[in-house]
């Protein structure tokens, strides 16, 4: 497998409204969008740096695991994603390696790239994506 | 200001000989050194994606900010940091929005940046670090 490069960090947050002028002044010379994503009962604000996107994400949902996991830790660093090249051949070498993985096959996830999440039992306490560019 | 983009991620660990092997399984395409950085009571394993670096932290001392860090939240992400073109313009126009600095000048990080800190209070509670690059 290989790491192309950091693909985005997602940060928790239970007011889009309160949080997102901090990162729109802060990041005010980066492409933005807003995407909700429904699977996922989320709606969202990314910011693409270039190298690397910062995603606001917000539950719409208590059932969200933005909500689950804001009433656990407060709001703040869900997780990180790193784009990587292959991501069976990542998810074959992983479970041969012992990591625990939270979904075992990829699904589709924000922007059409195929995702799988890494338990962070296995990294350190760091909740771990792995993405798929759709077109590769 | 102008973000150029994420220059890495910081992730707390009291253990490197622990949770390392898994970032060199993942990251094993990645340039990877480790640097100790005194000022700050931490050793660290840097690893290079190209675009984004991941930073692990084990603190060296109790005084670290890591150790205090791992306390209260336990291991896991612990910053962020943007590289910025010009900090110093950047510290001027955050002040200027009434965004809550933890330093108010420049001071030299991991690798010869010039960085700054932004307290969470002010971000939605990310720890967020700035940093120009040395030959800037």
């Known amino acids: 497998m290989k790491i192309l490069g950091i693909e985005h960090i997602g940060i ?25 994503v429904k699977e996922q009962n989320v709606i969202t604000e990314i910011f693409d740096t270039g ?19 804001i009433e656990k830790r407060g709001k703040g660093i869900h997780h990180i994603c790193l784009e990587i090249d292959d991501i069976q051949q990542a998810i074959n070498e992983l479970i041969e390696a ?13 922007e059409g790239y195929m995702i799988v999440f890494i338990h962070p039992r296995s990294t350190g ?3 771990v994506e792995l993405a798929e560019k759709p077109e590769n």
């Open 12 to 36: 928790a947050t239970d007011n889009l409204d309160k949080d997102a002028p901090f990162w729109k002044l802060l990041l005010n010379n980066c492409e933005h969008i807003s995407e909700e």
């Open 51 to 69: 190298r690397g996107k910062i995603e606001l994400l917000e539950a719409t949902s208590p059932e969200s695991p933005i909500a689950k996991f």
């Open 98 to 110: 012992g990591v625990e993985l939270i979904d075992k096959t990829p699904r589709i996830g924000i």
């Open 125 to 127: 306490g760091v909740l």
